[in-house]
């Protein structure tokens, strides 16, 4: 099955500068990376997503770009603010229905 | 995006009673929903996998006598825990997909957080 990988698990950054957070994947099958932020003690909400047919997007100060060679999708955040602090994580969904394998997630502190 | 609604976002029961989680889709019909269990500081994994009007499919590991799943119409999902214990304890995540959605964007719930005593 499939299996995705996070780093860093932690990451602080001080307001303004830029946050990076990268994900793998093993299955070359999968066509679907959604990114999620999730607040303490609310459930996951879907910040962006990429499909396996662009290599980049992006949503304001948010992008992720895909790297389907190498198996690799990361997050950017530019001029990070401090409600953007929360547990972001990454997923995969392959070709079996509309499972997604989650990364391990990382909790992103931006100090004012 | 599309709404999923949990009730209750949290609760608090005894050792041995059992407690009903609802997930709704608001405004679309979910034809697949799923259930997670989020330990703290860690990842969402998968419980299983609830098709309207079919058996769930459970992931390894996971009791489904113990975890009961519902999905009796295209709006509505429950996860029933069965004599509950409290390493049952955890917070527990409902997502859903329909046939309206793009393909493939999954919409998540709040969350119920389930404390037994």
């Known amino acids: 099955g499939e299996n995705v990988e996070q780093h860093p698990s932690t990451l602080s950054v001080q307001e303004g500068d830029s946050a990076v957070i990268k994900c793998t994947y093993s299955d070359s099958a999968s066509n679907y990376f959604p990114w999620y932020k999730q607040e303490l003690g609310k459930g996951p909400q879907l910040i962006i997503d990429i499909r396996s047919n662009v290599g980049e997007k992006k949503d304001q100060r948010i992008a992720v770009t895909l790297n389907k060679t190498a198996k690799h999708f990361s997050l950017h955040i530019t001029e990070t603010q401090p409600e953007d602090s929360a547990v972001y994580f990454c997923?995969?969904?392959?070709?079996?229905?509309?499972?997604?394998?989650f990364g391990g997630g990382t909790r992103l502190m931006v100090k004012p | 995006g599309a709404v999923v609604s949990q009730h209750p976002s949290w609760v608090i029961c005894k050792s041995g009673t059992s407690v009903k989680i609802e997930c709704r889709s608001l405004?679309?019909?979910?034809?697949?929903m799923f259930w997670y269990r989020q330990f703290p500081k860690q990842s969402l994994m998968l419980m299983a996998t609830?098709?309207?009007?079919?058996?769930?499919?459970?992931e390894q590991g996971v009791e489904k006598d113990k975890f009961l799943i519902n999905h009796a119409s295209l709006t509505l999902s429950t996860l029933t825990v069965t004599s509950a214990h409290p390493e049952d304890s955890s917070f527990y995540i409902c997502?859903?997909?329909?046939?309206?959605?793009?393909?493939?964007?999954?919409?998540f719930g709040e969350g119920s957080r389930l404390t037994v005593l």
């Open positions: 609830s098709n309207e009007g079919s058996k769930a499919t459970y």
């Open positions: 405004d679309f019909q979910a034809t697949t």
């Open positions: 997502s859903a997909s329909g046939q309206s959605q793009n393909t493939g964007e999954l919409f």
């Open positions: 997923a995969a969904r392959g070709n079996a229905g509309n499972m997604l394998t």
